[in-house]
């Protein structure tokens, strides 16, 4: 954890966020003042627009282009859909660039990481260097880990 975020803050934020209802946003307490946060709020923080004024970002791939491009990545393990992608399928590269995504995102890696639908996105603009919204690949990824956390304990 950061030095600069007392682990207070952090203990605070996890037991007090929830979901807005009906919203893609989230609020919380920090030092015990309301937040509401989404999509568009997180892009601000993060100070991430497109590469290009006035050019919008890119849209991500469907999942049967997402699984054409693990191919392509020369993935050699079972794949049915992206929820079964497996990091230690991967070659060495891409498998330590997963790793490294998920260690930032989730905090950890394990000998079974898997990539979630946003992570394999991220690789995916990375690989083709594509203007995609990091921000809201990463708000998703992050709303994903809210909404189970109960599920982790």
């Known amino acids: 954890m950061s030095a600069d975020v007392p ?9 007090s966020i929830k979901k807005v209802q009906g919203t893609d946003s989230y609020e919380f307490l920090l030092a015990n003042e309301k937040c509401v946060v989404n999509v568009d709020v997180f892009r601000t923080i993060l100070h991430i627009c497109p590469r290009v004024e006035g050019v919008n970002f890119t849209d991500v791939p469907d999942d049967d282009t997402t699984l054409a491009f693990l191919i392509k990545l020369g993935y050699k393990g079972p794949l049915y859909k992206h929820t079964n992608m497996l990091v230690d399928y991967m070659h060495q590269s891409w498998r330590t660039l997963a790793a490294i ?11 079974n990481d898997k990539l979630c639908k946003s992570r394999i996105d991220i690789l995916w603009g990375m690989f083709y260097e594509e203007n995609v919204d990091y921000p809201e690949l990463i708000w998703e990824d992050l709303a994903i880990q809210i909404d189970h956390r109960k599920e982790k304990r």
Not at 101 to 111: A, E, P, Q, R
């Open 7 to 15: 682990e207070i803050f952090m203990q605070q934020f996890w037991y």
């Open 101 to 111: 995504i998920n260690k930032c995102l989730f905090g950890k890696t394990t000998s």
